[in-house]
């Protein structure tokens, strides 16, 4: 079906700019400089440059208007006749131009290096204005009358721009990484308008290599296609929706101690997914053993009830869950929370202090405290301040355990758990509430669908409140790319489709013996049992209905 299929033409290695002429899709292989005519319906690809291959090797844009094309390569901008392609020079410079989009006589031009979108007049070929880019990758453009669309490839990200101010309107998560180029496709018969976007990157894979001993050996291969986004922006609650899946998944403890124990009356809590404005829970089942339900803090949360636990005994069970699970992203400026209201009461208490070893009182994290956000007082810039002051001073390593943010500050190297522990210290010394969420991500390969996916890791993030607003997401440490910025903002108000929310502001796990909850150091859940997660990708979710 037209606008609800994957695109994958035929030879591609690195799609880039793509662009519409009527039905047909125009794009560019920015590494073999093909320019190709593709079917949207049945992938058919034809090669639309046969004798001009090496003039189009490491364009990145391409736009079509009436029966011109253009193209940016290298710093400059060309244009051409798209019958005879021969390019005629249009503007140069000084840095590399990314991507390019055309309405009647007005060029836009991206500029990673410059940090803008330049806007030329065809006629006089000289820049009317500039726009400051939303985001901080290669990005590369789309028009419409009213819209200028921008896709980037760091920020996995599409933003929808006020095509005469470039001003944000909002934005949108790509449901898959690196998006490369994006077009707009208008039914001719509705008039309603379709976003394609493609993207370009490498995978993993095993190669059988049957002169190597083992043969089975880990290699890399590229990875272009193109793919329909479908969005759903809600102004008032200030967030769009983007491409979602339908997914199962599955949570199971496994009893197999490392020294036999014996627990008398147990309880055994896991938190069960949560329903929110992203995340819709279809169904919820039990694997192995019954359970009954308890709702703690809101959360729904699964009671697995034992006599005893024995030495020897051992058992499987957990829950099997179907989701529907969106990417969402918040548009909020520094502007919009100026004038809000205290923070509760009841939040000061329970989100502003130290309840799970943050180490508030320790020199090293109040002096962090106060030098991330420094003089100022809006409530978005002091999270973002924070954010980037972490970023800065640590970088991701993955860790068996868990320490205190004041070791973590000290030695500058943290997993995702020790980044939401620093995180929340800096934030509630700050007078910002905030919780973790989390456990979970689906492996984000959105096209393996029917097929078993094991993470290899849980994961956390957190949760800040903002007094009219609401809770807002923010991810631990995946917008670290490392360095010292400009960071990117993809996942700063915002979760990608394969973020699996579960027991927001509780303990994913507990166990009580005889009604008292048991410690670490009583036993560790972790030395009890063995967990086995699973997902399954059963169906993209349809586009949005109007």
Wanted: charged fraction near 25%.
């Amino acid at each position: 079906m037209f606008g609800q299929r994957t695109i994958r033409p035929l030879g591609a290695a690195a799609l880039g700019g793509i662009t519409f002429i009527q039905d047909t899709l125009i794009a560019v292989d920015t590494i073999k400089g093909h320019l190709l005519q593709i079917d949207p319906l049945t992938d058919n690809t034809k090669v639309i440059n046969p004798h001009q291959v090496r003039e189009f090797i490491d364009v990145t844009g391409v736009a079509v208007w009436k029966d011109t094309l253009w193209i940016t390569r290298d710093h400059s901008v060309y244009l051409c006749n798209l019958n005879s392609l021969g390019l005629e020079h249009f503007v140069t410079l000084p840095y590399p131009a990314n991507g390019i989009a055309v309405w009647e006589s007005t060029i836009y031009v991206s500029c990673q290096k410059l940090g803008d979108i330049l806007i030329f007049d065809r006629n006089t070929r000289s820049e009317i204005t500039r726009f400051f880019a939303p985001g901080v990758g290669v990005e590369n453009l789309a028009l419409t009358k009213e819209t200028l669309w921008v896709c980037d490839d760091v920020e996995q990200s599409v933003y929808c721009l006020d095509r005469a101010t470039g001003e944000i309107q909002f934005s949108v998560l790509t449901p898959f990484d690196s998006p490369s180029g994006i077009a707009v496709h208008t039914n001719p018969n509705t008039g309603k308008e379709n976003l394609y976007v493609a993207y370009a990157g490498e995978e993993p894979y095993i190669r059988d290599n049957p002169n190597a001993d083992p043969s089975h050996e880990l290699t890399y291969r590229d990875r272009t296609f193109i793919h329909p986004l479908y969005y759903d922006y809600d102004p008032e609650k200030r967030y769009a929706l983007s491409n979602g899946y339908l997914v199962e998944m599955s949570y199971a403890e496994e009893i197999a101690p490392l020294d036999e124990v014996f627990l008398p009356n147990i309880e055994w809590r896991i938190a069960l997914p949560s329903e929110t404005n992203r995340q819709k829970v279809r169904s919820v089942e039990p694997i192995g053993l019954p359970f009954t339900e308890e709702i703690i803090d809101g959360q729904r949360v699964a009671v697995f009830k034992f006599d005893n636990l024995s030495p020897g005994e051992r058992h499987l069970f957990g829950w099997k869950a179907v989701l529907e699970v969106r990417g969402m992203k918040y548009r909020l400026t520094p502007r919009d929370v100026e004038s809000t209201p205290p923070l509760p009461s009841e939040f000061q208490s329970r989100y502003l202090v130290d309840d799970d070893d943050l180490s508030m009182d320790t020199s090293i994290v109040r002096d962090a405290a106060q030098e991330a956000v420094g003089t100022e007082t809006n409530w978005l810039r002091k999270m973002y301040s924070i954010r980037n002051y972490v970023y800065d001073k640590l970088s991701y390593g993955i860790k068996p355990h868990i320490d205190t943010p004041d070791i973590v500050l000290d030695r500058g190297v943290g997993s995702c758990g020790e980044y939401v522990g620093v995180l929340l210290a800096l934030c509630r010394l700050n007078g910002i509430a905030c919780r973790t969420v989390g456990r979970y991500k689906c492996p984000a390969n959105g096209e393996q669908k029917g097929v078993p996916l094991q993470p290899d890791f849980n994961h956390v993030w957190l949760e800040f409140y903002i007094p009219g607003v609401g809770w807002l997401p923010m991810e631990s440490n995946p917008d670290d790319l490392g360095g010292y910025g400009p960071h990117p903002t993809r996942f700063f108000m915002g979760l990608a489709w394969y973020h699996i929310e579960i027991g927001k502001g509780i303990s994913f796990e507990t166990l009580t013996s005889k009604g008292q909850r048991l410690t670490k150091e009583d036993v560790s859940i972790g030395d009890l049992a063995i967990n086995h997660i699973r997902f399954t990708i059963l169906e993209e979710l349809p586009p949005f209905e109007e």
